[in-house]
């Protein structure tokens, strides 16, 4: 079957970290581009982050430049997103989709709408 499963949220203090995983079943990573995007209640879907497998480009949102970092592990087939300095506005389900790498950019595919999402992990930052 192939999925993306996201996997790694919960409940944080202002100022934490969380570390959130993408894994990929059924197929390889290769080949796409693999984004991070959040939706808080309320607002739309917007691009947080995404990162190339074919050349290992990476873009991020200016709300989470310098404090989110998207990695790959080709071996596990998973994507991250290590969240520090974590802030009440990033409190959002986060759900991760990819995006062929030959047709499109880290960026355009971070600013770009999709109609299919997984379940998500939800992060919620509180004090």
């Known amino acids: 079957q192939v999925q993306l499963v996201e996997s790694g949220g919960g409940l944080v203090q202002p100022g934490g970290s969380l570390r959130l995983s993408c894994a990929a079943h059924?197929?390889?990573?290769?080949?796409?581009?693999i984004g991070w995007f959040r939706q808080a209640p309320g607002k739309e879907r917007e691009g947080v982050s995404c990162?190339?497998?074919?050349?290992?480009?990476?873009y991020y949102t200016d709300s989470v430049k310098g404090r989110f970092a998207i990695s790959r592990d080709k071996a596990k087939n998973t994507v991250y997103l290590q969240m520090n300095s974590l802030k009440p506005e990033d409190t959002a389900v986060y759900y991760c989709?990819?995006?062929?790498?030959?047709?499109?950019?880290?960026?355009?595919?971070?600013?770009?709408?999709?109609?299919?999402w997984g379940q998500g992990t939800q992060v919620t930052v509180s004090s």
């Open positions: 059924g197929f390889t990573l290769d080949y796409y581009i």
């Open positions: 990162i190339s497998s074919s050349d290992g480009s990476t």
């Open positions: 989709a990819v995006d062929w790498a030959s047709i499109i950019t880290v960026q355009a595919m971070c600013n770009k709408e999709y109609d299919n």
